[in-house]
């Protein structure tokens, strides 16, 4: 069975991302982005909700056609526009980019997506990873921690009634002082009490 993997950058601070959404601080090279590639090359679908779909639809669909382009940056674009996706949105009626539209996560069709053929499911977005995890449909946590203190922002992990106990698998340092801390959940939830 595959598995479902959550993965995000956050700042050594525990930020997701800017107070205006921004992400500009990642530190993320030619190293880095051809990590993502080589693992996400095998996936089978991205997961995500409409705010990261849309982020993500806004550049990579066309990435590959500027000349500025690296190599990685070329590669993922291919990557993501053959990528199954799933969005969850209770307000978009249609889209593109080979992606499926989900009103709301249903815990019986997500485990039967996880139970169908291919490689790995990856959840991008931290609205929709809290609710993956409330249901207890995360694996696997990837977390690259990037080397800057941006003060304030959104948190990468918001509040939540259960405890999710995790057991380090995999740690990787990159040029950039880039930190992956990859977690498999290693016990069941626990609800605090």
């Known amino acids: 069975m595959r598995k479902i993997i ?10 997701f991302e800017g107070p205006d959404g921004e992400i500009d601080w990642h530190v993320v090279d030619d190293e880095l982005h051809q990590h993502f590639n080589s693992w996400l090359a095998g996936a089978g679908g991205f997961l995500t909700g409409r705010r ?16 500025a382009s690296t190599g990685p940056v070329v590669e993922f674009a291919g990557i993501w526009r053959d990528m199954p ?9 249609s889209t593109d980019w080979n992606t499926t539209i989900a009103r709301e996560v249903v815990v019986d069709e997500v485990l039967a997506l996880k139970a169908s053929p291919g490689g790995n499911l990856v959840v991008g977005g931290p609205d929709l990873a809290s609710t993956f995890r409330r249901h207890g449909l995360i694996d696997e946590y990837r ?19 259960r405890r999710t106990d995790l057991d380090l698998i995999e740690t990787r340092t990159f040029g950039t002082g880039v930190v992956l801390l990859r977690y498999r959940v290693g016990g ?6």
Do not use: C, N, Q
Not at 6 to 15: A, I, K, P, R, W
Not at 52 to 67: E, I, Q, V
Not at 143 to 160: M, S
Not at 188 to 193: E, I, M, P, V
């Open 52 to 67: 990261t779909h849309s982020l993500m639809a806004g550049f990579w669909p066309t990435a590959d056609r500027d000349p």
């Open 85 to 93: 996706k799933v969005v969850y949105s209770r307000t978009w009626e």
């Open 188 to 193: 069941r939830l626990l609800s605090r009490g």
């Open 6 to 15: 959550f993965s995000l950058s956050v700042s050594l601070d525990g930020f």
């Open 143 to 161: 977390v690259y921690v990037h080397p800057v203190l941006i003060g304030r922002g959104r948190p990468a992990f918001g509040p939540e009634d």
